[in-house]
């Protein structure tokens, strides 16, 4: 008795070593085979083992579902000794078998279908391409153009606005309120001159004189309160 269990586990140390050998199969699926097989308890306690120590692992394997694995299980699970070898040890059998997996030719099918319709978007750009040139090259031809003309348009009415904002601003307000008010000193001189140059009559003297002077002075106030002002 102590014989037959000693065999099952050098069994057991033996199919791992021939899993190991072919390192471009995926790890679960290196382990399902034997997963399918009976266990000894010498076996369940070298496996707990290595699952203890993941870091000898070469790497993590992508996390299943048990509804997939369970899938994969009962594909596994009426295939004899024999066939899990072969799956092990041959390449086109175990690709042949991973893709009869109904989840592998999901993912396939997924694939071509992307694939199908990336090739048509591609195609479908290809064929805007001329539409696109042309549309490019109105819009040079608008930017060289018609845009030139608007912008020198926009320049022009900046300026206007410019000289508007300008011409109506505090400082140009009391320049212009000081402007006139020259003008209109120097009318009264020329009035005053007249009148002693006997070119005009007194009554007449005495009315322009009197309208001149009540511009004069209210343009003054004004010029005051604008010079004292804030905005000023």
């Given at each position: 008795?102590?014989?037959?269990?000693?065999?099952?586990?050098q069994?057991?140390q033996?199919?791992?070593q021939?899993?190991?050998?072919?390192?471009?199969?995926p790890p679960?699926?290196?382990?399902?085979?034997?997963?399918?097989?009976?266990?000894?308890p010498?076996s369940?306690?070298?496996?707990?083992?290595?699952?203890?120590?993941p870091?000898?692992?070469?790497?993590?394997?992508?996390?299943?579902?048990?509804?997939?694995?369970?899938?994969i299980?009962?594909?596994?699970?009426?295939?004899?000794?024999?066939?899990?070898?072969?799956?092990?040890?041959d390449?086109?059998?175990y690709?042949?078998f991973?893709?009869?997996?109904?989840?592998?030719?999901i993912?396939?099918?997924?694939?071509?279908e992307?694939?199908?319709?990336?090739?048509?978007l591609?195609?479908?750009?290809?064929?805007?391409?001329?539409?696109?040139m042309?549309?490019?090259?109105?819009c040079?031809i608008?930017?060289?153009?018609?845009?030139?003309?608007?912008?020198?348009?926009?320049?022009?009415?900046?300026?206007?606005?410019?000289?508007?904002?300008?011409?109506?601003?505090?400082?140009?307000?009391?320049?212009?309120?000081?402007?006139?008010?020259?003008?209109?000193?120097?009318?009264?001189?020329?009035?005053?001159?007249?009148l002693l140059?006997r070119?005009?009559?007194?009554?007449?003297?005495?009315?322009?004189?009197?309208?001149?002077?009540?511009?004069?002075?209210?343009?003054a106030?004004?010029?005051?309160?604008?010079?004292?002002?804030?905005?000023g």
């Open positions: 008795m102590f014989k037959f269990w000693g065999s099952q586990e069994q057991a033996q199919c791992p021939e899993g190991s050998s072919h390192s471009w199969y679960s699926v290196v382990s399902s085979p034997s997963s399918s097989r009976p266990t000894t010498s369940s306690a070298s496996n707990s083992f290595n699952l203890q120590r870091a000898e692992r070469p790497h993590s394997p992508t996390p299943v579902s048990p509804a997939e694995a369970a899938g299980i009962a594909l596994l699970k009426d295939k004899s000794v024999d066939e899990l070898r072969k799956l092990l040890s390449k086109d059998a690709n042949q991973l893709l009869s997996v109904d989840q592998v030719k993912q396939n099918n997924i694939r071509d992307l694939r199908k319709e990336t090739l048509q591609a195609r479908n750009n290809l064929d805007k391409e001329p539409r696109i042309e549309l490019r090259n109105q040079r608008i930017r060289t153009t018609e845009l030139a003309t608007a912008q020198e348009k926009l320049n022009e009415l900046e300026r206007q606005k410019e000289e508007i904002l300008k011409y109506y601003s505090p400082a140009s307000f009391i320049h212009r309120l000081q402007d006139a008010m020259n003008e209109t000193e120097e009318e009264l001189e020329a009035l005053h001159r007249q140059d070119e005009m009559d007194l009554g007449t003297f005495v009315q322009k004189y009197k309208k001149l002077r009540t511009t004069y002075h209210r343009r106030l004004i010029h005051l309160a604008a010079k004292t002002s804030p905005i």
